[in-house]
C-alpha cells in the first residue's frame, strides 16, 4: 500500500482502486507570478511528475490557458481549438466558427423553434510545438493523442477541471 498524501494535497487525490488504498497521484497547489497557478503532480511516493499550469489571460475578454510541463519532454500548451494550429487552420476554423455562432444565435432567438443553448464545453488542442499531444472538452472526454505523455498529468487536469 501506497503512503498517504500529505496533508498539503489538493483533494481528491488519485487512487488506483475504488477502496482508495493505492494512491496513483496527488496535486499541490502553488502560486506563480503574474497570476500563475501551479499545481505540482506527484506519484505515489512523493516525487514530482510533472505540473499543470493555468495561465491568466492577457487581455479581458480571453479565457485563461493551460500548460502542461513533464520533466525531459518539452512545454505542452492546451489552447482553444479554434486558435491552436496554423495560420490557415485557425483562418478555417474561425470562418466555421463564424457560422456556427449565427446559426446559434438564430437558435437562441427560436427561429428553429428550440430552447436556448446551454453553456457549452470547452474544446482544447495540447500542442507541443507542432504535434498535437492531446484533446479535452472540459472533464467531459479527454484524448492522449502522444505516446510519451504521462497519464498522471491528464488525469490530473481531469481532478482540475478548466476552472
Known amino acids: 500500500m501506497a503512503p ?5 494535497a489538493l483533494e481528491p487525490c488519485l487512487f488506483e482502486d475504488p477502496e482508495a488504498q493505492r494512491l496513483l497521484c496527488y496535486l499541490v497547489a502553488e502560486e506563480g507570478e503574474k497570476g500563475e497557478r501551479h499545481f505540482w503532480v506527484h506519484d505515489d511516493q512523493g516525487e514530482k511528475v510533472g505540473a499543470i499550469r493555468r495561465i491568466p ?10 500548460r502542461i510541463d513533464q520533466p525531459g519532454h518539452p512545454e505542452v500548451v492546451g ?3 479554434w486558435a491552436s494550429g496554423d495560420a490557415m487552420r485557425i483562418a478555417e476554423r474561425g470562418a466555421g466558427r463564424v457560422l456556427s455562432e449565427m446559426v446559434s444565435v438564430a437558435a437562441s ?16 488542442e495540447w500542442r507541443s510545438g507542432d ?4 484533446v479535452s ?12 505523455l504521462d497519464r498522471r498529468l491528464a488525469f490530473a487536469f481531469a481532478v482540475l477541471g478548466d476552472i
Open 109 to 124: 432567438m427560436g427561429y428553429d423553434g428550440s430552447e436556448e443553448p446551454g453553456k457549452k464545453s470547452r474544446r482544447l
Open 131 to 134: 504535434e498535437l499531444v492531446m
Open 4 to 8: 498517504p498524501a500529505p496533508p498539503s
Open 79 to 81: 489552447r482553444n481549438q
Open 57 to 66: 489571460p492577457s487581455r479581458k475578454p480571453f479565457k485563461h490557458t493551460w
Open 137 to 148: 472538452e472540459s472533464i467531459k472526454q479527454i484524448g492522449i493523442k502522444a505516446d510519451w
